[in-house]
């Protein structure tokens, strides 16, 4: 669940106009990721990892975390559609 221990996946649309998750590329290593779940309690994150992949790639959904680690893996696609880019942050 969402700021739970564990990996919790985020997918996002890349609308190409500045909404939801069509910035993501600008994003980079060291960057913080603030979520809010639905109990108001804030987690920051910060990006470790960022790559392309084929749309037939679902690894980084399934993955081993360090044990007590929150981590957060967000999807979305590029601007023609063609690769999905995830990243990858952890708590601070």
Not at 19 to 35: Q, R, T, V
């Amino acid at each position: 669940g969402l700021n739970e221990v564990g990996n919790t996946v985020i997918f996002g649309h890349n609308y190409r106009n500045g909404l939801f998750f069509s910035d993501n590329d600008k994003l980079g290593n060291g960057d913080k990721i603030y979520i809010t779940d639905k109990y108001g309690r804030e987690v920051t994150y910060v990006i470790y990892n960022m790559y392309y992949t084929s749309p037939d790639d679902a690894d980084y959904m399934v993955r081993d975390v360090e044990e007590g680690v929150r981590e957060i893996s967000l999807s979305t696609c590029n601007d023609d559609s063609t690769q999905r880019l995830i990243i990858w942050a952890r708590e601070q």
